[in-house]
């Protein structure tokens, strides 16, 4: 990984290396170009490679950067939780740095080497940018045809299961009622990026949408059942979510048991908790054996 970019190779690189050296900093979440407040092309660091997070980060950028002023010389907008740095280009056209923290080094350094470098040649600059983005959309192909060979592979290997007899409607509430419950201790932010970090990259899973107010949508027909190998990937998903809560939270079963979440929702994600018999099935893994 590329931790720092010295000045004296700037000159050499084109704009696609560039680029991908900036994205390769810490906390550099994805780079922009954008052309009269309107996103041109987007390119996101290696991290981000999932479809869901890159259209999360391309919708709560496009929002942030509607109310522009007409010119600057640079520009810092808050994006969601996170900063955008904006450098023009030209008369119509920026640059946009976004990044998990309001980072001084990258904004008035790194930022400024960026937007000189992209400057020398907008043409290459732009061609460079949608060759950039191929790259990206290729390998996000890639890594969801590879998620569908999983997903294939778990339905090979579990030809038994038993059917949970449960409809996408009662997981989405029992989602949305563990949602809550988890917001109230760790916060909006932590729980979106916890829910977003943690869901297996099963392509159908994606139909689960998570807002910023940590609410859960299916998009998906909320009556149809749900197939043992689909409630697998709940599971799954749900489990690598506590796992990741519970290094904060350390006596979050007790804390979901106290909060009123039944039964019948605990089990729509194989959640047990401190006293719940029902639940004692040797098939019901606790997700909290961490």
């Known amino acids: 990984m590329v931790k720092t970019l010295k000045v004296d190779k700037l000159n050499t ?12 900093l810490p906390k550099v979440l994805g780079v922009a170009l954008v052309k009269q407040h309107r996103i041109h092309s987007l390119v996101v660091s290696p991290q981000n490679y999932k479809t869901a997070d890159q259209q999360k980060l391309l919708h709560v950028t496009q929002k942030a950067l509607t109310d522009l002023p007409s010119s600057f010389d640079a520009l810092e907008v808050l994006v969601g939780n996170n900063y955008a740095y904006l450098y023009p280009l030209s008369d119509d056209l920026c640059v946009c740095a976004i990044t998990e923290n309001n980072n001084l080094i990258i904004k008035s350094i ?8 992209l400057q020398q ?4 600059t732009k061609s460079d940018f949608r060759a950039l983005q191929r790259q990206q959309t290729e390998r996000t192909k890639i890594n969801a045809n590879a998620a569908d060979a999983s997903l294939t592979k778990l339905q090979i290997a579990s030809p038994e299961l038993p059917e949970p007899n449960l409809t996408f409607a009662e997981v989405n509430l029992a989602l949305n009622r563990l949602s809550e419950t ?3 201790f760790l916060g909006p932010k932590l729980t ?3 829910w977003l970090s943690s869901r297996p990259d099963y392509g159908w899973l994606r139909q689960f949408e ?7 949508t299916f998009m998906g027909d909320e009556k149809m059942a749900v197939s043992a190998v689909q409630h697998l990937c709940i599971r799954e998903w749900t489990r690598n979510f506590m796992k990741q809560c519970s290094h904060i939270v350390h006596d ?14 605990r089990k729509a994600l194989s959640i047990r908790t401190l006293s719940t018999e029902d639940l004692s099935s040797s098939e019901d893994e606790s997700l909290f054996n961490l």
Do not use: W
């Open 252 to 265: 979050l079963p007790s804390r979901i048991e106290n909060s009123g979440m039944d039964v019948r929702q």
């Open 210 to 216: 998570v807002s910023e107010t940590t609410h859960l």
């Open 121 to 124: 040649n907008l043409e290459a």
């Open 192 to 194: 979106v990026n916890f």
């Open 182 to 184: 988890v917001c109230e």
């Open 110 to 117: 790194v930022g400024r080497r960026l937007q000189k470098s």
């Open 13 to 24: 690189m084109s704009a696609a290396e560039l680029v991908s050296a900036f994205l390769n």
